[in-house]
C-alpha cells in the first residue's frame, strides 16, 4: 500500500518499474548448428531456372502448394456473430439492391464482375441469391458471366456445385427454370465429382424439380465419377416416386439395369438399403433378379459375399431369385459365403432357410466344402461336414477331395481336427451304405471303400499322405496312417513312404528308391553325444 502523503493534488505518485530479468541462453556451437541444403542442383530446381528468365520470379513447387493450402484453410474459418466476412464493395451494392450503382461502377472496370469473395462467392452468385434476376441477365448477357461456374461450398470437404446443382438440390424450380431458359445454365453440366443437377435432385428426392429437368432435355443417363445414374441415386435413398418417374421416363429398357463402377445395379442398392417398395418398383419395371456382371455375379451372390441376409430373404422369397446361380465360375452364393471368413450364419441361412444344395460343383469341381478350405477357413468347412452332411467323397477336377486340401490349415491342430472330422464322416457314410453288402457276406467292402478314400491319388498320383510328408506335417501324416493310409503307394514320381530313424523316433518320410533321395526334406539331424 502507498503510504499517503501531504503533496499537492497535481502530483501523481508513480511507483517504481519492478526489475526485469531476461534469460538469454547461449548461443549453441557453430560445429553442431545444420548447414542449410542447397537445392540448387535437383532437376526440379534447374528445370525452374531453365524456364524463367528471372530466378527470383520463378516459382516453386512449394510455394504453389502453401498458397493452395492458405487459401483452401482460410475457408476453414467460422466466422463469429459479430465478425463479418470481408466482401468486395460491389457484393455489398449488390446485397443491397443498388444495382444501378453495381452497372456504372461495372462500365469502368469490367473485370471487377470475376472477384470472390474469401468463400468463393462472385458477383453473379449475390444476384441470384438476393432474385435479382434483371441483374443476373445483366451478367451473364451482357457481361459473359459463367453461368457454369463451379462455387466453392462452406468448407474444402463440401463439393463444388454450380447454381443451376444447388437449385436442384434444394427443389427451387422456378429459379433452375429461369437459369436453363434465361441464363442458358448447361442441363448437364457435371462438378469433380461427375454429378449433373438431375443427380442432386434425385439424391434429394425432390421429384418435381427431377422431372422439370427431364422435360427440359437433361440426361437420364448420365453416370457420375462411381458409376451411378439419377435411378441409382434414387433407388439407395429409397425415394420410390422418383424410380417410377425415371423408369417412365426411359428411352431404352437397359436403363435399369445399368451398372456402376463395382457392377451394382439400381436393385442391389435398393435391396441392400431395405428400400423395398422402390425395389418392387425396380422389378415391375422390368429389373432383372438374376442379372449378371462382366463376372457374373448376381445380386444374390453379392448379398451372400456381403452379408446380407434380409436382402438374400427377400430376392429369393419376394422376387424368386434363384439360389443356386453360378457365376462364371460356377461358383453359386453359398461358395461365395464358404470363401469368406466369419460368415457362417449366412453359410446357415442360405441353406436351411433358402435351401441352397451343400454340394454343389464349380467348373473345376469344387463344392462349398473344398472351397472353404482351401481359403484356410476351416470353421465353416467343418460346420458344413457335421451340421450339414457335406459329402467328403466328391473330388475337383484334378482328383484332389477333401484330405488334399487340408495343408491350407493354419496350424498343425488345426489340421488334425479338421482331417478326424473329415475321415469320422466318410466312416459314418462307408458303413451306412455298406450294410447291405455284409449281410450278404461282403465283410472287406467297408474296408476296401474307406481306404479307397483315404488313399485317394490325384493327377499327379500324390495321395493325402504324399502332400502330408511333402510340406512336413508331421502330426497328420501319422493320423492318416493310423486310419489305414497306405505308406508304398507310389506316385508318378516314383515317390513313397519309407521309415526314417532319427534320434529313437520313427517318422516316414517321401523316397525315390531310383535315386535314394529324399527331395522335400531337410538333411538328417546328428545325434548329440552322450
Known amino acids: 500500500m502507498v503510504p499517503s502523503l501531504s503533496l499537492p493534488i497535481s502530483f501523481i505518485f508513480t511507483p517504481p518499474a519492478p526489475l526485469s530479468f531476461r534469460y538469454t541462453s547461449p548461443a549453441l556451437p557453430t560445429q553442431h548448428s545444420p548447414k542449410p541444403r542447397d537445392t540448387s542442383s535437383f532437376p526440379a530446381m534447374r528445370a525452374l531456372r531453365r524456364s524463367s528468365p528471372s530466378r527470383e520470379r520463378a516459382p516453386t513447387p512449394l510455394i504453389g502448394r502453401a498458397s493452395t493450402a492458405r487459401v483452401q484453410t482460410s475457408r476453414l474459418r467460422t466466422p463469429s456473430s459479430t465478425e463479418e466476412i470481408p466482401e468486395h464493395p460491389l457484393h455489398r451494392l449488390m446485397r443491397d439492391g443498388s444495382f444501378d450503382l453495381v452497372k456504372a461502377r461495372l462500365k469502368k472496370d469490367p473485370t471487377e464482375i470475376d472477384t470472390l469473395t474469401i468463400d468463393g462467392k462472385n458477383l453473379l452468385e449475390w444476384a441470384v441469391m438476393e432474385r435479382e434476376y434483371n ?21 474444402i470437404f463440401e463439393e463444388r456445385k454450380t447454381l443451376l446443382h444447388r437449385a436442384s438440390e434444394h427443389g427451387e424450380t422456378a429459379l433452375a427454370l429461369f437459369l436453363v431458359n434465361k441464363l442458358y445454365a448447361s442441363r448437364d453440366y457435371t462438378n469433380l465429382f461427375g454429378r449433373t443437377a438431375l443427380h442432386f435432385a434425385c439424391m434429394n428426392g425432390h421429384a418435381e424439380m427431377a422431372q422439370l429437368l427431364i422435360d427440359l432435355g437433361a440426361d437420364i443417363n448420365a453416370q457420375d465419377n462411381n458409376g451411378f445414374t439419377p435411378l441409382h441415386h434414387a433407388a439407395k435413398k429409397g ?57 457374373g455375379t448376381t445380386l444374390l451372390h453379392s448379398a451372400a459375399r456381403d452379408d446380407f441376409k434380409k436382402m438374400a430373404r427377400y430376392l429369393v422369397k419376394t422376387l424368386g431369385a434363384n439360389v443356386d446361380c453360378t457365376d462364371n465360375q460356377g461358383h453359386t ?57 457335406a459329402d467328403v467323397f466328391l473330388c475337383d477336377n484334378n482328383n484332389n477331395n477333401a484330405l488334399h486340401y487340408l495343408r491350407y490349415c493354419a496350424s498343425e491342430e488345426i ?109 538328417p539331424r546328428k545325434k548329440k553325444k552322450r
Open 333 to 389: 452364393p453359398l461358395s461365395h459365403a464358404a470363401g469368406r471368413d466369419g460368415i457362417f450364419e449366412m453359410c446357415k441361412f442360405l441353406i436351411e432357410e433358402l435351401g441352397a444344395d451343400v454340394n454343389y460343383p464349380c467348373h473345376s469341381m469344387k463344392t462349398p466344402m473344398i472351397h472353404a478350405l482351401q481359403r484356410g477357413n476351416i470353421t465353416i468347412a467343418n460346420a458344413l461336414v457335421l451340421n450339414f452332411s
Open 135 to 155: 441483374a443476373a441477365k445483366y451478367l451473364v448477357l451482357e457481361l459473359n458471366a459463367d453461368i457454369n461456374f463451379l462455387y466453392e461450398g462452406k468448407n
Open 239 to 295: 425415394h420410390s416416386q422418383l424410380v417410377e418417374n425415371l423408369l417412365l421416363e426411359r428411352d431404352e429398357p437397359t436403363i435399369v439395369d445399368l451398372q456402376d463402377y463395382k457392377e451394382l445395379t439400381a436393385l442391389y442398392y435398393a435391396c441392400k438399403e431395405g428400400h423395398l417398395k422402390a425395389a418392387e418398383i425396380l422389378v415391375k419395371g422390368g429389373a432383372d433378379v438374376n442379372a449378371k456382371n462382366a463376372r
Open 415 to 523: 489340421r488334425c481336427n479338421s482331417a478326424k472330422y473329415i475321415l469320422d464322416a466318410a466312416l459314418k457314410v462307408v458303413v451306412a451304405q455298406n450294410l447291405p453288402m455284409r449281410a450278404l457276406g461282403g465283410q472287406d467292402c467297408l474296408k476296401t471303400a474307406f481306404l479307397s478314400f483315404v488313399n485317394r491319388q490325384n493327377r499327379n498320383g500324390n495321395t493325402p499322405h504324399h502332400i502330408a510328408a511333402r510340406h512336413g506335417h508331421e502330426k497328420l501324416l501319422e493320423l492318416l496312417l493310423s486310419y489305414g493310409a497306405t505308406p508304398t503307394l507310389r506316385n508318378k514320381e516314383n515317390e513313397y513312404l519309407v521309415p526314417r530313424h532319427e534320434e529313437d523316433t520313427f517318422t516316414p518320410q517321401l523316397c525315390n528308391p531310383e535315386t535314394l533321395e529324399y527331395p522335400t526334406l531337410p538333411p
